[in-house]
């Protein structure tokens, strides 16, 4: 059985400035939507669409943007809201750890829609742009969450090699869910959405393949992770992770039927 190394939160310090490894996580994440939004941009259907390179910087501004407001307030109010009322001073503090993916979601949704208006493309376009290089971050931020000890998994048998026993809750084995999540959620997913995507793909199914998969996949790895909340919807319980993952799964099939009741397999030009 394997005991949470718990290092030190902070990665570097020179005088009063720290610098926390939580925030250098997601240095990570948006240093590689950079890297991989280039690589996206040069594929021969993406490029004929009108993407080029530099798109890719001042997409990123909107996206850090609607990253950190977003999921920061999606902490807020799906998963904390009597504390954070009670501690509005805390809303603020990102760098002690507390973001939300799905508030990041809605606030990358609500961003790219003001990108894609000041750049004349069509909203979807946009989502099925950078719809690949969002796991890999997520699976950044998730090490950061494991990196603070957060997100500590449910109980588990004491035989499984990877057990682990977290900090400053108890002295049982526990999943390291926050590890599950970055590479089921993040890598598996990037693998399967990159594969997907280097081929023209019909109008919107790039973004339902993200949102149905990451959908079902956060459900998936809930079972793992000590739930914030817990609602019994008749019977059958449910995190608050998974009942914010039903409507994606949602949204993501409904953009499928969509995308392939149209005519062509082509993605949209620049509009």
């Known amino acids: 059985m394997l005991i949470h190394p718990m290092p030190d939160p902070v990665a570097l310090a020179i ?36 993407w080029r390179a530099d798109d890719i ?34 809303i603020i503090a990102v760098w002690k750890g507390g973001m939300s993916f799905h508030g990041g979601f809605l606030g990358v ?9 000041r750049r004349g493309r069509r909203w979807m376009d946009v989502m099925d742009f950078i719809a690949p290089l969002v796991p890999l971050g997520y699976a950044a931020g998730r090490l950061g969450n494991f990196i603070n000890a957060e997100l ?9 090699p990877w057990a682990m026993i977290w ?6 084995p526990r999943h390291p869910s926050p590890i599950y999540q970055a590479l089921i959620d993040g890598v598996l997913l990037f ?14 199914a790039v973004s339902g393949v993200f949102a149905a998969g990451y959908g079902l996949a956060r459900f998936f790895t809930e079972y793992f992770r000590t739930p914030d909340y817990e609602v019994d919807l008749g019977g059958w319980v449910l995190s608050a992770g998974q009942l914010l993952s039903l409507p994606m799964i949602a949204l993501g099939i409904v953009l499928l039927a969509v995308a392939h009741s149209r005519k062509t397999n082509e993605p949209s030009p620049q509009t």
Do not use: C, T
């Not at 001042?58 to 809201?81: A, T």
């Not at 500590?152 to 499984?160: F, I, T």
């Not at 900090?167 to 049982?172: T, V, W, Y």
């Not at 693998?191 to 919107?204: E, F, G, I, Q």
């Open 109 to 117: 949704l609500f961003a790219m829609a003001v990108w894609a208006r």
């Open 191 to 204: 693998v399967v959405l990159w594969l997907y995507a280097r081929k023209p793909r019909p109008y919107l």
């Open 57 to 90: 910087d001042d997409l990123l501004f909107y996206g850090v943007l609607g990253v950190v407001i977003g999921g920061r307030l999606g902490e807020v109010l799906f998963y904390h809201p009597s504390y954070y009322f009670a501690n509005p001073a805390e």
């Open 152 to 160: 500590p998994g449910r109980v588990a048998d004491a035989s499984l």
């Open 15 to 50: 005088g009063p400035l720290a610098v926390r490894w939580y925030g250098l996580m997601y240095l990570v994440a948006f240093v590689q939507v950079i890297l991989l939004g280039r690589l996206r941009a040069r594929q021969p259907h993406m490029a004929a669409a009108g």
């Open 167 to 172: 900090p400053n809750i108890d002295s049982l």
